[in-house]
């Protein structure tokens, strides 16, 4: 495998985790949450995940493992590891408080009005755990984008650019509480930036552990897997929260016209 497609896989990782400081950057320019645009960009991102997932992941994962162990076992394998990766990610979830969980949006100006109600001491402790939190889920979202952009660097592309919208307003779950606990924009501005960098650590330990084993089955048992936690985050966290922020056909045209953007693409690229 050249270096040429083992740097850009990084690269396409480290844009997608480091689009947490997006959010952060808008959070200070921002007194209340556009919630169409929230809408509709989360739909969006949905719609990519889902479309990518389903049609072109998933698929990829089966092609490989088919070849190794036939169709009926390679099928099997090939959806045990889809539905592994929903286990995890769910798992991953359970175990994360419902506002530390970066998949549980919060509208700035809800956020701001606690400020009048809370401590800053707990405000503080919300933004570091979120930040944590955001790391957590961060890490396995980095293994995903690199592992695509080795195979297929098309693909890689795609699953970057769906994180990294779906990273905006985590971005924002980490800034807002460490700016009005500390006072200080250029803090939290940086722990939301660096909590994305989990995303290219993913990649760097994949990198690592993972390169010197990397065959078909190795491919198809992760590309099944990411497909299920991308199915997974879209379907339980990105839509409900598209509809409830925003008009719920917002959500939805968000949703079609990401398919839609996510299938041209795929096309072009072929």
């Given amino acids: 495998m050249s ?19 997006i959010g952060s950057v808008l959070a200070f320019f921002t007194k209340k949450t556009n919630t169409k645009f929230l809408s509709v960009s989360l739909g969006f991102s949905a719609g990519v995940m889902i479309y990518v997932s389903m049609i072109e992941i998933f698929s990829k994962a089966q092609d490989n493992l088919v070849e190794v162990y036939g169709l009926k076992t390679g099928t099997i394998y090939t959806v045990t590891a889809f539905f592994s990766g929903m286990l995890l990610i769910a798992l ?8 530390q969980n ?11 009005s606690e400020v009048e109600n809370a401590k800053k001491k707990k405000l503080l402790k919300m933004g570091m755990l979120s930040a944590i939190a955001i790391g957590i889920h961060n890490f396995p979202e980095g293994l995903a984008t690199f592992t695509a952009a080795l195979s297929d660097p098309a693909l890689g592309i795609a699953i970057a650019v769906a994180i990294a919208i779906h990273n905006i307003p985590e971005g924002i779950a980490v800034s807002i509480p460490l700016y009005y606990a500390t006072g200080n924009k250029k803090k939290a501005f940086w722990y939301s930036f660096l909590s994305g960098l989990a995303e290219p650590v993913g990649a760097l330990i994949g990198f690592l ?9 190795i491919f198809g048992v992760l590309f099944a897997a990411v497909a299920g936690i991308m199915v997974f985050i879209s379907l339980d966290e990105l839509l409900p929260t598209a509809r409830e922020y925003g008009q719920p056909h917002l959500a939805v045209y968000g949703l079609i016209s990401g398919m839609m953007v996510m299938a041209v693409s795929l096309i072009l690229f072929m």
């Fill in 209 to 217: 552990v993972l390169m010197p084993y990397l065959n078909q089955i």
């Fill in 92 to 99: 991953i979830d359970k175990l994360i408080p419902e506002f």
């Fill in 3 to 21: 270096t040429d497609i083992i740097i850009q896989a990084f690269l396409l990782t480290l844009f997608a985790g480091l689009s947490t400081g």
């Fill in 102 to 112: 970066p998949h549980e949006i919060h509208k700035v100006e809800n956020l701001e």
